[in-house]
């Protein structure tokens, strides 16, 4: 409880202890001497990198620059040891930055945040968790992740299956073992595309159950380049940062700025050619800029990887079934693999097509579809989360006159800037829905949410400033905004996730800012530098005058 009023337990909670929630601690507490309290639910510090170990998973970011930037130090002292980091590695380094900075003393461990009630009288937020705690504190930021709520879907006879199943989102800490085992995978997003390989290799058979067929660029990943590292990157991480925050994606890369369309076709294959001999994300980020909002550019691409997925696919029908017609080349989150397309040419791996013969239910033997029954020892759901809001919704978040951020949202997400909700005052999200978040490199994007936060809190105490809160005309102006941005790209046509298409009954509302990372900076800087336009900044008291500076 509050020591007394006005007097809070902390000046804030944070809550998750990844990249998010690391930064934001450290920011707050050696920068502006804060107390902050996070909560984490894992024993350790990591996030979705905490959860997220199956076999194959890894970053789709280049190491290099996935990472902090706020530590020059840091930069120069870690060495990332492949091209894109692995889940292992970017676990030891988030546990680096938490010993480094000290952070563990102000992290709780093993303790999901329950609930969390503004108090309006004192101005304060009360947080309860599962393990007894109930606290106190002016301010309340979430780093809960985007894509933390495993969704398992509700197939009938789930329960009944006895063999072992797991989902991709919340891993064993022990190895699991395949070997000799009649392994199923349902789902081909990330998750799925990077561990069916994999698995491949060590079970005895592996059938993919497949609902949509993908479009994935071959990661080409390895080792990192060490001259590049030690030549290109660190003697110029200052200005590759720069880049990245004013970047569209997040990196320092810059897109193609013709159209596919204005070249000859022979340019644009020998264009698309060497991007993909190069492989991975700069496939999609260094392409020409109509490729997400022109679906004629977008098919040219589209139809070169179906190419490329025909030449690597030796069965023919199998490689019609992987072939991705249905939705364009980047509407759903694009995609990198190592040798996806290519394990399907082994004996023991199969694919089924649940779009033309859907799974019927769970069995206690394995998986029944519209026209076959199949055993396994072992299922493995790949079939994604409960994006960006589904986090949110299992704590009971109430604001001002008890209003639930469920009920607030049930129509989709609603925030100013993806950074805060009108009616939850002290409430901040770092990459919230309407954010660039989950279409970005997310350590610039955290980083940005986490420096913009910090920036305001100090505004704050240097006024005595005692609450913020999203205006309700500037948080509808926003969602219009993040919408209409939306609108003329291909990311509306498309089932994904981040329509919310994938969970049952979601509304179907398009979650982040698409109009790039570098624009969004500016948006929010100039927001900042207009006296926090769109935010009532008050003294705290209901009906008290508002502040201005
Ligand atoms: P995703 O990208 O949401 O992929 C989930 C996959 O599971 C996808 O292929 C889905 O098919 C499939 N799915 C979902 N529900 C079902 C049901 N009910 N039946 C059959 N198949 C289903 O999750 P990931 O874990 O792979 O990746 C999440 C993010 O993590 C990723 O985008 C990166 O940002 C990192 P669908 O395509 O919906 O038809």
Redesign the pocket.
């Known amino acids: 409880m509050a020591n007394s009023e006005n007097h809070p337990d902390f000046d804030a909670v944070v809550i998750g202890a990844g990249f998010a929630g690391l930064g934001m601690l450290r920011k707050l507490r050696e920068e502006h001497g804060m107390s902050v309290q996070v909560y984490e639910t894992g024993d350790g510090v990591g996030g979705t990198w905490y959860w997220n170990r199956y076999p194959g998973a890894r970053c789709?970011s280049e190491s290099y620059m996935y990472c902090f930037s706020f530590s020059k130090e840091m930069l120069q002292d870690w060495n990332w040891s492949g091209k894109y980091p692995e889940q292992p590695e970017i676990l030891s380094y988030l546990n680096h930055v938490a010993d480094r900075f000290d952070l563990r003393r102000n992290i709780q461990f093993n303790t999901r945040v329950t609930s969390a009630r503004f108090l309006e009288d004192a101005s304060l937020w009360e947080v309860e968790t599962d393990q007894g705690d109930r606290v106190t504190s002016q301010f309340l930021i979430t780093g809960i992740g985007c894509?933390s709520s495993g969704?398992v879907?509700d197939?009938k006879g789930l329960d009944s299956f006895q063999g072992e199943q797991y989902h991709?989102?919340s891993w064993p800490h022990e190895e699991v073992d395949f070997a000799g085992k009649r392994v199923a995978v349902?789902?081909?997003?990330?998750?799925?595309?990077q561990s069916i390989p994999v698995i491949a290799m060590q079970a005895e058979h592996l059938t993919v159950?497949?609902?949509?067929p993908?479009y994935t660029i071959p990661a080409r990943h390895g080792t990192i380049d060490r001259k590049f590292l030690e030549e290109t990157v660190k003697p110029n991480y200052d200005d590759l940062m720069e880049r990245a925050r004013w970047s569209t994606a997040g990196f320092p890369m810059d897109r193609d700025e013709r159209s596919a369309l204005e070249i000859s076709a022979a340019e644009r294959l020998e264009i698309y050619e060497a991007s993909w001999a190069e492989g991975g994300t700069r496939f999609l980020s260094t392409s020409f800029k109509d490729v997400s909002t022109d679906r004629r550019a977008n098919d040219t691409m589209a139809e070169f990887i179906r190419k490329k997925i025909r030449e690597m696919v030796q069965d023919p029908e199998t490689a019609e079934k992987l072939m991705p017609t249905d939705h364009p080349f980047g509407s759903?989150?694009p995609l990198i693999d190592t040798d996806y397309f290519e394990t399907y040419n082994r004996e023991n791996v199969e694919l089924v097509d649940?779009r033309h013969s859907p799974?019927q239910e769970i069995t206690p033997r394995g998986i029944r579809t519209d026209d076959h029954e199949f055993e396994f020892d072992m299922i493995v759901f790949?079939?994604?989360?409960d994006?960006m809001t589904g986090t949110f919704f299992k704590m009971d978040i109430r604001g001002r006159d008890g209003l639930l951020l469920k009920e607030k949202w049930s129509e989709g997400p609603k925030t100013y800037l993806g950074l805060q909700t009108a009616g939850f005052p002290n409430m901040f999200m770092i990459t919230g829905p309407g954010s660039p978040s989950?279409l970005s490199n997310m350590p610039v994007s955290i980083e940005q949410h986490i420096d913009w936060i910090a920036d305001l809190l100090q505004h704050m105490r240097e006024y005595d400033i005692k609450s913020v809160e999203a205006e309700a005309d500037a948080e509808k102006a926003w969602v219009v905004h993040v919408n209409e941005v939306a609108e003329p790209t291909m990311f509306m046509q498309a089932?994904?996730?981040y329509l919310g298409?994938?969970i049952p009954g979601k509304p179907r509302v398009f979650m982040p800012y698409a109009g790039g990372v570098g624009t969004y900076r500016k948006k929010c800087n100039e927001v900042a530098d207009n006296g926090y336009e769109g935010f009532i900044l008050g003294t705290g008291r209901r009906g008290a005058e508002t502040v201005k500076s």
């Open positions: 789709d894509i969704n879907p197939i991709t989102g349902i789902g081909t997003g990330s998750s799925g595309i159950f497949q609902r949509t993908q759903k989150r649940i799974i790949a079939t994604g989360f994006a989950v089932n994904s996730w298409a994938n």
